[in-house]
T-cell receptor, first 111, second 113 residues
Framework: QKEVEQNSGPLSVPEGAIASLNCTYS??????FFWYRQYSGKSPELIMS????GDKEDGRFTAQLNKASQYVSLLIRDSQPSDSATYLCAVNHPGAQKLVFGQGTRLTINP | NAGVMQNPRHLVRRRGQEARLRCSPM?????VYWYRQLPEEGLKFMVY????????ESGMPKERFSAEFPKEGPSILRIQQVVRGDSAAYFC???????????FGNGTRLTVT
């Protein structure tokens, strides 16, 4: 079992709709969770972090965390073509100062 | 306030040559992390260093790869006798002591021909 799993996609969503990206993790000791956006050929860019159960909203982005289910998600409201990118879920490795990444979900927003 | 700086941005090496990748952390950060990203994959942790000390190298291949972070100057990731499978994007992140490395440099894209 991979430590952090994401659907690789591609995920296609029409412009203006809600894009929903999901991630599961295996280590119950994980405490910090991050979503990165990566455009093709570019470096990952941190867009959301979440540390406690529930929802965290920032503009059009909402991160959701459920530690009991070991599940974290990212919702993008009013999707724009500029949101087309690969989204990486990252989880801190308990007891170590490093992040473990999922393989990423490629998202395409169709105009 | 400069971010994490990596150079070169692109590096082409022939099989058997050596590749040296450099990373300068953000100002005030004393810890450096190297990650590798193969095409169509996520980032894989390689090594975590602080000045003059390797903290965690659990993700480093056992042979040909080494990393250092000297007292002065950037961190260096060194790949000896490169092979085609080393072709990837190599990203560096930094953090202050005890912090989580959240922000990455622009990466070095290594191509082995």
């Amino acid at each position: 079992q991979k430590e952090v799993e994401q659907n690789s996609g591609p995920l296609s969503v029409p412009e203006g709709a809600i894009a929903s990206l999901n991630c599961t993790y295996s280590d119950r000791g994980s405490q910090s969770f991050f979503w990165y956006r990566q455009y093709s050929g570019k470096s990952p860019e941190l867009i959301m972090s979440i540390y406690s159960n529930g929802d965290k909203e920032d503009g059009r982005f909402t991160a959701q965390l459920n530690k009991a289910s070991q599940y974290v998600s990212l919702l993008i409201r009013d999707s724009q073509p500029s949101d087309s990118a690969t989204y990486l879920c990252a989880v801190n490795h308990p007891g170590a100062q490093k992040l473990v990444f999922g393989q990423g979900t490629r998202l395409t927003i169709n105009p | 306030n400069a971010g994490v700086m990596q150079n070169p941005r692109h590096l082409v090496r022939r099989r058997g040559q050596e590749a040296r990748l450099r990373c300068s952390p953000m100002k005030g950060h004393s810890h450096v992390y190297w990650y590798r990203q193969l095409p169509e994959e996520g980032l894989k942790f390689m090594v975590y260093l602080q000045k003059e000390n390797i903290i965690d190298e659990s993700g480093m291949p056992k042979e040909r790869f080494s990393a250092e972070f000297p007292k002065e100057g950037p961190s260096i990731l060194r790949i000896q006798q490169v092979v085609r499978g080393d072709s990837a994007a190599y990203f560096c992140a930094s953090s202050p002591e005890g912090g989580t490395p959240l922000h990455f440099g622009n990466g070095t894209r290594l191509t082995v021909t």
